[in-house]
């Protein structure tokens, strides 16, 4: 965990000095937005892994179809079945595992964050950059004189402030976590993709992730819900803005980016690219039903007596 803590507390203290210049060092509301501070860069830095989440989670609803299909051709030869999909998921540039990596990156910042602050109000033990002096201040730093950024909500010893506080943050942090999985389901997967294994298994996370956090949330130090809450914001509003503007075909998603599409274009007087497409689709379809329409006169065979017939003729 040293590489981590230094690397996490590099951040922290660096928000924590900027902020001291016109902010109380000691204050409560400067740490958590060092906090703030600290999740808008990880999150920042993760954009790249998370681009490759979205891009594996739209192959592996659009090659749902074929997974069926090879379900029902092996369904009775597991190890087959699985070499199969295994070369469907490689052919079709599909990592299974890459939707995991953003949250399963996250987790050992967490967990660092998470100890920091405890041992600092525990201890006041210094880690990385965090010295000794600034630990105790982390520590000891309350909101609104009342409420400590380690306090927890099950160790809050009657304090209905650092309950409430720590109730609000882990509600939020459940919300967030359905909403945006809800907001991948129901915008951006396929109707063909919204059964399976996969579907299940998304249908799951839906329901089981929030409970995770909730249980869990409530033995998490106020400072660590701060953190968590605001990166689960981050990514409803990068997924939001990635649906939008790039959803994956046939899913609700797209057709709405049609219809706004369409609307702009009406009023410059335009048209859309899927219009032109369509367009060109028609054209090549008529221009063949014309071909086909046309019927090619066959020259009639005539007998030795018609043939002699039009030579004396002639």
């Known amino acids: 965990m040293t590489p981590l803590y230094y690397a996490v507390s590099f951040v922290l ?9 016109f902010m109380d060092p000691a204050g ?10 600290l999740t808008l860069v990880i999150r920042t830095a993760l954009i790249p892994l998370f681009v490759k989440q979205i891009k594996s989670s739209r192959n592996m609803q659009l090659i749902q179809p074929k997974v069926r299909e090879l379900q029902k051709k092996y369904g009775h030869d597991r190890e087959k079945l699985a070499q199969e999909t295994m070369k469907l998921y490689k052919d079709s540039g599909t990592n299974p595992f890459a939707s995991c990596l953003p949250i399963l990156l996250q987790m050992p910042i967490f967990l660092a964050l998470f100890r920091m602050l405890d041992q600092a109000a525990r201890k006041e ?6 010295d000794e002096g600034l630990a105790k201040q982390f520590g000891q730093a309350s909101l609104f004189d009342r409420i400590p950024v380690s306090g927890t909500f099950l160790n809050a010893d009657g304090q209905v402030g650092i309950m409430v506080v720590a109730a609000i943050l882990v509600l939020g942090m459940t919300a967030t976590t359905f909403l945006t999985q809800r907001q991948l389901m129901s915008k951006n997967m396929p109707a063909d993709a919204l059964s399976g294994p996969y579907a299940q298994q998304q249908k799951m996370l839906l329901y089981v992730l929030p409970v995770v956090f909730a249980v869990g949330g409530v033995a998490f130090p106020i400072g660590v819900l701060v953190y968590w809450t605001v990166s689960n914001l981050w990514t409803m509003c990068q997924q939001f803005y990635v649906i939008r503007n790039n959803p994956a075909p046939g899913t609700p998603a797209a057709e709405a980016k049609e219809q706004r599409d369409r609307a702009k274009a009406e009023k410059k007087g335009l048209k859309t690219p899927a219009q032109l497409e369509e367009e060109r689709i028609a054209a090549e379809a008529e221009a063949k039903r014309a071909e086909q329409s046309q ?20």
């Open 125 to 130: 033990k210094a880690h990385g950059f965090l």
């Open 295 to 314: 019927t090619r006169v066959q020259p009639q065979r005539q007998t030795k007596a018609q043939r002699t017939k039009s030579k004396k003729k002639r």
């Open 13 to 21: 203290v660096g928000f924590h000095r900027a902020l001291s210049t």
């Open 28 to 37: 409560g509301l400067t740490w958590v937005l060092s906090i703030v501070g």
